[in-house]
């Protein structure tokens, strides 16, 4: 291309990013003050034309697939996180089916989980968490949780643990993260792999063996979600990491249809040897592109996901600011209602980044009529996930034959977070106007 053409090119370029700047300014970052009465979801995206400019930018590439922005969003989230390695994919499902895939890699050797292993978990969270266990034919083994931090109960891990168990994947409720000391203890102990759902939780933070470290990265690997009610979105999207290389490697090779080689969309031949090595019992010198070391998927996202990404990125501390507010003013503006709500506790030596504010009613407080008030009054809610997981139609056959899952106690705690909890959201687009109104309306619905 002629240099009068490319600098054609980009003042083209130039002048289209700055009609859509001014677009986005003018026509989608209006915002009326807040009416009482006015709906409140419960998350929304915050945004401004800097998402907008770098998702027409990388349109106007036209390149689609993972890209330039793929490779600059990893670089930065990995750095934000303090790991080694960062793998975007098209969802936060997709991170935890990866993550975990990759433990059953047979590179693993002997601590590979196997069809049979047990994973020990939570029933009281998002399905997908434990949706890959069961699909691979591993067996999730069910801990209950505790109120008011709705966390696994560390004191019953013990009990979970059986010769076949090989990891414990987690989530971290709602932004409030999980006692990891105890979690990471035990692991150590029994030679467990350890996996943290970081989707709720992206900006939290714990303090483990004096070092103040974020979630996610305590593990062997962590997971998160871009989709619009999280921290940070890039509309569907996710994200795996880990400061393992073999487990990256692994992942990265379960992202990209399960092939051995790694070189990026678009590039041949890396590593110097594409056509003069042998694999299982494939020809002499067979295109190592279109080798196979897993049977993968193709979990990969799009670079115009990646560049909403990168914007959203350097916003996400003033994210995890916003959300901390949110969450200490609305719990202020409930004090009182100890004799009806439960209100939510942070873990100790956690400081989270939170996603919702989750209430337990109580003292024959009614959830049902409680949520059904607040929601005629335009403040949105939300039950805590599944509640139960084992109590819903996909787990039907499972009950019936009583095989491919195991239960510690009694969950009993998850059972009444199934019952009597819900929560609203603190997403960082909310005004303090906003969260008193949600305080007013939650005290009102407690005394009807």
Known sequence: MSEEINAKKEEARRRILGLVADYCETYHNQRAPFQEGQRIPYASRVYDSREMVNLVDSALEFWLTSGRYTEQFEEQLSAYLGVRFCSLVNSGSSANLAAFMALTSPLLGGRRI?????????????????????????????????????????????????????????????GNPFNLEAVKEF???????????????????????????????????????????????????????????????????????GRDCSCPSGCDNLCGHRFDRQYGELPLGYDHKYVYSHFGYNLKATDMQAAIGCAQLEKLPSFAAR???????????????????????????????????????????????????????????????????????????????????????????????MRDSFWVGVYPGMTDEMTDYMAKILKEACQI
């Open 114 to 174: 196997r069809r049979g292993d047990e994973v020990i978990t939570v029933a009281a969270g998002f399905p997908t968490t434990v949706t890959p266990m069961i699909q691979y034919g591993a067996v999730p083994v069910f801990v209950d949780v505790t109120i008011p931090q709705y966390n696994i109960d560390v004191e019953r891990l013990e009990e979970a643990r059986s010769d076949k168990t090989k990891a414990v994947m987690l989530a971290h409720t709602l």
């Open 187 to 257: 692991c150590s102990r029994w030679n467990l792999w350890l996996v943290e759902d970081n989707c709720d939780a992206l900006g939290s933070r714990y303090t483990i063996n004096g070092e103040t470290k974020f979630t996610g990265t305590i593990g062997d690997i962590g997971t998160s979600s871009f989709y619009p009610p999280h921290h940070m979105t890039m509309g569907e999207g996710g994200a795996v990491y880990t400061d393992n290389p073999l487990l990256h490697k692994i992942i990265r090779s379960f992202r990209d249809w």
């Open 323 to 417: 959300r901390k507010e949110n969450f200490a003013r609305l719990k202020a503006g409930l004090a009182g209602t100890e004799e009806s709500y439960i209100l939510p506790g942070a873990c100790e030596k956690s400081d989270p980044s939170w996603f919702g504010f989750l209430i337990t009613c109580r003292g024959g407080v009614d959830r049902n009529r409680v949520v059904q008030y607040a929601e005629q009054k335009g403040v949105q809610t939300r039950m805590l996930f599944a509640g139960n997981l084992l109590k819903h139609p996909c787990f039907d056959e499972m009950r019936r034959t009583g095989e491919g899952y195991r239960v510690v106690g009694s969950l009993e705690q998850t059972d009444r977070i």
